[in-house]
């Protein structure tokens, strides 16, 4: 019996968050026929308009059938369905007899506006991160993930993170193969793991916008050394606490929470792209020690390195 998808759509949708997992559960169809039911459902069904103008016609949640996944879609019109009782009441009543709940984008703030996040890590795009914990603190946001599944409940980044989080229910439905076929016939990445982050880690940091732009260079280009607080404060000619006062207040994370993300992202590039030994990654990346980037990946990606290059190299193959 195929497993029926159910893509929720509201006002002012954002179009990508729609079509890019639509296209991919249909791509996989192809190859697994049989496997999937397509619909998309609003409240009142009829023809939805997107951000973009374009209309999409949809059924009325209330004469849907059983869904196997509902997804959420996002866009600006989140901002007004999160506030539409209807919508947040049937979505209470759909979470309830679905396998699976996902969103993309700002679709979580509907889910969280239902309480359906409650105690759950969640995340969105990176842009309404901050809002969205700010409104459901109930809610473990997690702003720099690309998609997050806590049980039977996923969530998604912005816009394109949507295809990563069907090639991942592909995976889990159909296959790893199954998966990495969808991926190459829509000429994607197969896949981002989902703890990748959404953007660079400098980036993350402020880029060139901080007063400490020219240190968290300098860091990129010395992660062989030992970067405590002290060789750090030195570096910016402050006194240990005042740098680490500053630095955390500036930036939102401690130093040495700066330092690990900076490690981990180059530490990612040269699991994912070189052959040299994981041992020998991690020393010259002042890990030392390949269980503390083992353990650090972990909280990071969801995967250890060896996964993570083995995914890599059969993305390229």
């Not at 980044?157 to 159909?174: H, K, N, P, R, Y």
């Not at 910016?236 to 994370?253: D, I, K, Q």
Request: a positive charge; one cysteine or more.
């Amino acid at each position: 019996m195929p497993r029926t998808i159910g893509l929720f759509l509201f006002a002012d949708f954002q179009i990508l968050d729609v079509v890019g997992p639509l296209t991919s559960f249909e791509v996989a169809e192809r190859f697994a026929p049989g496997a999937y039911r397509l619909i998309l459902i609003s409240t009142e069904g009829g023809a939805v308009r997107s951000s973009a103008g374009v209309l999409l016609e949809t059924l009325p949640a209330s004469a849907g059938p059983p869904l196997d996944t509902l997804i959420v879609s996002g866009g600006d019109g989140s901002r007004t369905a999160m506030r539409h009782a209807a919508t947040l009441a049937w979505l209470g009543e759909a979470a309830a007899t679905t396998r699976r709940l996902c969103s993309v984008c700002s679709g979580a703030f509907l889910l969280a506006a239902g309480g359906l996040l409650d105690g759950r890590r969640a995340t969105t795009h990176w842009r309404r991160a901050a809002q969205l914990a700010r409104l459901f603190p109930k809610v473990a946001v997690e702003p720099d993930r690309i998609h997050i599944r806590d049980g039977d409940v996923w969530t998604s980044a912005g816009i394109t993170a949507g295809i990563d989080l069907a090639l991942a229910l592909i995976a889990e439905d159909l296959g790893e193969d199954t998966a990495r076929r969808v991926a190459q016939e829509m000429v994607v990445y197969y896949r981002r793991p989902g703890g990748q982050s959404q953007f660079s880690a400098l980036a993350d940091l402020g880029g060139q916008e901080t007063p400490f732009a020219a240190l968290l260079e300098w860091i990129r280009g010395h992660l062989d050394q030992r970067l405590t607080v002290e060789v750090l404060a030195e570096r910016a000619a402050m006194s240990p606490r005042n740098f680490s006062r500053a630095f955390t207040r500036e930036l939102g994370v401690s130093p040495a929470r700066a330092v690990e993300r900076l490690r981990l992202e180059v530490a990612r590039e040269r699991v994912e792209g070189s052959p040299a030994p994981i041992e020998q990654i991690a020393a010259a990346l002042g890990f030392h020690d390949p269980e503390r980037m083992r353990r650090a990946f972990l909280r990071a990606f969801g995967q250890p390195p060896q996964a993570m290059r083995r995914l890599a190299r059969g993305q390229a193959a």
